[in-house]
């Protein structure tokens, strides 16, 4: 098979490197088209917006009566979740627990903006510690295994204890920093997007490359929290950046001026590891642009121009010296020689396709919650 030949969409700056992206005539991609058709007619941010904003607010707080809080934020220093806690306190009135997972990769200035975010709205925050250890085992496993898929250990870990704190704490509304302004255009999964987190491919992957056992580390299979903890259990996650106003650039001018939080160059660069993974190994490696995605949301939700985000990709948001320092700080980090790195960076690439899962199943679920309206980002 001949491989398809090179085509960037003719409204955002999504290409042929996602596989399966399907063009219209007018040369738009199904991301565009995805966003015009299903998102934009269903995401108010005017005078609708604000009236099922005070709605959520009253039910949240009517749930949170006589408790210590009403619901719990999952908060990682980034624009999104702390733009989050501003609003469910200062828009919603409500009385948030503020929760941080620190897996050992928190850059300065994430620390920095989640303590004075604290500070700032006067709010309790619970920081809960990966254990070191198992977390550099599980994320050198999932670098040996080859796949795309390297911010799954990270990611896994932050909502995995979020959703079991959560549901410890009998809290039933779980607020996330999940917006449609920044991140309606969701990569492919071929991209290192897989759909949730999978015990499946995590213990398979483990049990393969692994060295010890993971008895701390929180892991919770998409099945609990989408079935045990949502469905029956009615834990309810929230949305409320959907339902405001939420501009990046005011976002975060509003942050800085009434907080002193600061902005980051790039979303994800609150983890250092994440940064380094989606500016470095994924492009480098796999020919993976998740900037791409990110800016794609940005152009279609009109707060960057096509040929500003064509300028921003055409060069790696950090500059080569740094890129190689960071190389070299990944690898000490994870004890492991810049050679074992750049071995495991040259070595044959891999899909989840390589190991046990359950993708099918997830896929269902997913294809599902489209149909019923749940879920209104686009995927295959
Ligand atoms: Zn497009």
């Known amino acids: 098979m001949s491989p398809r030949p090179y085509q960037i969409c003719a409204n955002c700056v999504m290409d042929t490197s996602d596989p399966h992206i399907v063009f219209d005539e ?6 565009c088209n ?37 619901c ?42 989640i303590e004075k975010l604290v500070d700032g709205l006067g709010l309790d925050l619970y920081t809960e510690v990966i254990n070191w250890e198992e977390m550099k085992d599980l994320q050198v496993a999932f670098l040996r295994s080859q796949i795309p898929d390297q911010d799954l250990p990270q990611d896994a870990a932050f909502f995995s204890a979020l959703y079991k704190f959560g549901h410890k704490q009998k809290i039933k509304y779980v607020i996330t920093g999940s917006n449609f302004s920044t991140e ?40 609990v929290y989408k079935g045990l903890y949502q469905k029956i259990l009615g834990m309810e996650i929230a949305k409320p950046l959907n339902l405001v106003s939420f501009v990046k650039k005011d976002a975060e001018e509003k942050l800085e001026s009434r907080f002193g939080w600061q902005r980051f160059q790039h979303k994800h660069h609150e983890s250092r590891f994440t940064r380094f993974y989606e500016d470095y190994w994924l492009p480098r490696k796999f020919g993976f642009h998740k900037r791409r995605a990110h800016f794609s949301s940005l152009i279609m939700t009109e707060q960057m121009t096509r040929d500003q985000a064509l300028e921003r990709i055409s060069h790696p948001e950090m500059d080569e010296h740094f890129l190689q320092q960071e190389f070299e700080y990944v690898a000490n980090k994870l004890d492991l020689t810049v050679n074992e790195l750049q071995e495991i960076f040259c070595g044959e690439n891999k899909t989840y396709h390589d190991y046990r899962n359950k993708r099918w199943l997830i896929g269902l679920g997913a294809k599902a919650m489209r149909w019923f309206g749940l879920e209104k980002r686009f995927f295959r």
């Open 26 to 31: 007018r040369g738009w991609c199904d991301y």
């Open 34 to 70: 995805n966003f015009e058709f299903t998102i934009r007619p269903n995401w108010h941010t005017d005078q609708r917006g604000e009236d099922a904003l005070k709605l959520l607010a009253d039910k949240i707080r009517k749930e949170g009566k006589g408790k210590d809080f009403d």
């Open 72 to 113: 719990i934020i999952g908060l990682s220093g980034g624009l999104d979740s702390s733009y989050a806690a501003y609003v469910v306190k200062e828009k919603m009135g409500l009385r948030p627990l503020l929760f941080h997972v620190d897996a050992g990769w928190n850059t300065d200035q994430a620390v920095g903006n």
């Open 184 to 223: 309606c255009c969701r990569e492919p999964e071929e991209w290192g997007g897989y759909l949730g987190i999978d015990k499946l491919l995590f213990k398979d992957i483990h049990s393969r490359f692994g060295k010890r056992s993971l008895e701390s580390f929180p892991l919770v299979d998409i099945l």
